[in-house]
C-alpha cells in the first residue's frame, strides 16, 4: 500500500500561471516532507521541504503548503516557466536509526508547462 | 563537481548474469541508499546504508546484495540477473542533518535480457 500518494500523473499548464502539484499521504510518523524535481535521464534533485510543525514554506516561486490535519501537502510554482517542465515526486521522511532518515516517494507527477 | 557518481551510466544483461552497480560519493555523509524507479512506480527503496559499516534492507531487497566499502562507497550487486530487475537504478546520500534531503547520483540504466 502506498503511503505517499500522487494521484495526478500529468499536469498541463500555460507558462506565467500558477502550479499546483498534490500529495497525500497515510504515515503519522513522517515529520518532514520535500520535493524532487526530475529532468529525464538525470537524477532527482532537491527543491523545497518543510517541516511537519510548518505549514508553509516558501523559496523564490515555490511554495509548499502542508495540512497535518488533512495529511496533504501541495507544492505551488507561480509564475510557471517552460524550464519547470519536469517530473515532480513529493517524498516524506521518517527517522530509521543510527542518524539515518529514510525516504519515501510518491510515484511522480509530470508538469508540463506550455509556452 | 562534487556529488554523487554512479557507474555505468548504461547496462545490458542477459539473464542468470551478475554484475555490481558502484556508486561514490565526496561529500564524506554518513549515509548511502540505492534505489529503483520503474514507470509508473515512483522511486522504491532497495537498500540503505545509514553509516560505515552498517547496512539495512529497504521496501524491495529480494535479488540484490549491497557492500559499504567504505564511507564513500556503497555498492549494489545482482548476483543472478532477472528480467524484472530492467530498471533505472539511483544511488543516494545524506547527511544527518536533512534539511536538504538526498544528492542523487544521475542513475543507472540495466536492461536484462
Known amino acids: 500500500d502506498q503511503q505517499v500518494k500522487q494521484n495526478s500523473p500529468s499536469l498541463s499548464v500555460q507558462e506565467g500561471r500558477i502550479s499546483i502539484l498534490n500529495c497525500d499521504y497515510t504515515n503519522s510518523m513522517f515529520d518532514y516532507f520535500l520535493w524532487y524535481k526530475k529532468y529525464p535521464a538525470e537524477g532527482p534533485t532537491f527543491l523545497i521541504s518543510?517541516?511537519?510543525?510548518?505549514d508553509k514554506n516558501e523559496d523564490g516561486r515555490f511554495t509548499v503548503f502542508l495540512n497535518k490535519s488533512a495529511k496533504h501537502l501541495s507544492l505551488h510554482i507561480v509564475p510557471s516557466q517552460p524550464g519547470d517542465s519536469a517530473v515532480y515526486f513529493c517524498?516524506?521522511?521518517?527517522?530509521?536509526?543510527?542518524?539515518?532518515?529514510?525516504?519515501?516517494f510518491g510515484k511522480g507527477t509530470k508538469l508540463s508547462v506550455i509556452p | 563537481n562534487a556529488g554523487v557518481t554512479q557507474t555505468p551510466k548504461f547496462q545490458v544483461l542477459k539473464t542468470g548474469q551478475s554484475m555490481t552497480l558502484q556508486c561514490a560519493q565526496d561529500?564524506?555523509?554518513?549515509?548511502m541508499y540505492w534505489y529503483r524507479q520503474d514507470p509508473g512506480m515512483g522511486l522504491r527503496l532497495i537498500y540503505y546504508?545509514?553509516?560505515?559499516?552498517?547496512?539495512d534492507k529497504g521496501e524491495v531487497p529480494n535479488g540484490y546484495n549491497v557492500s559499504r566499502l567504505n564511507k564513500r562507497e556503497f555498492s549494489l550487486r545482482l548476483e543472478s540477473a532477472a528480467p524484472s530487475q530492467t530498471s533505472v537504478y539511483f544511488c543516494?546520500?545524506?547527511?544527518?542533518?536533512?534539511?536538504?534531503?538526498?544528492?542523487f547520483g544521475s542513475g543507472t540504466r540495466l536492461t536484462v535480457v
Open positions: 543516494a546520500s545524506s547527511e544527518t542533518l536533512r534539511n536538504y534531503g538526498y544528492t
Open positions: 517524498a516524506a521522511s521518517e527517522y530509521s536509526g543510527a542518524g539515518s532518515y529514510q525516504l519515501t
Open positions: 561529500m564524506n555523509h554518513n549515509s
Open positions: 518543510i517541516s511537519s510543525i510548518k
Open positions: 546504508s545509514a553509516s560505515e559499516g552498517t547496512t
